[in-house]
Nanobody, 122 residues
Framework: QVQLVESGGGLVQAGGSLRLSCAAS????????VGWFRQAPGKEREFVAA?????????DYADSVKGRFTISRDNAKNMVYLQMNSLKPDDTASYYC??????????????WGQGTQVTVSS
């Protein structure tokens, strides 16, 4: 059973950058799409970005992060990344990576990590 572990979260000032990582253990997600989602306190989980198994040729982003966030993957290392630039206080949330189908719907993903907290101060 593949397990996912997110890392790279933290506290950053508005306008700053963070790079989140999603590592797979107990198996490989090389041939599966991977998505990033986030959930802020009191809000529903929302789609952030997704990447197909081939990497950059198929990637999708939520409108709220387009032009600021970039999803990428290194299949040789079994890693997926989310580079987040020009961060805003509204980006504050717990961020989760997930493996499943290439979709913006969380119900299309079967395996989830435990999440990493991102806090953006104004």
């Amino acid at each position: 059973q593949v397990q996912l572990v997110e890392s790279g979260g933290g506290l950053v000032q508005a306008g700053g950058s963070l790079r989140l990582s999603c590592a797979a253990s107990g198996g490989s997600f090389t041939y599966y799409p991977v998505g990033w989602f986030r959930q802020a306190p009191g809000k529903e989980r929302e789609f952030v970005a997704a990447i197909g198994w081939r990497g950059g040729v198929s990637a999708d982003y939520a409108d709220s992060v387009k032009g600021r966030f970039t999803i990428s993957r290194d299949n040789a290392k079994n890693m997926v990344y989310l580079q987040m630039n020009s961060l805003k206080p509204d980006d504050t949330a717990s961020y989760y990576c997930a493996v499943g189908s290439f979709s913006g719907q969380d119900r299309k993903y079967d395996i989830w990590g435990q999440g990493t907290q991102v806090t953006v101060s104004s």
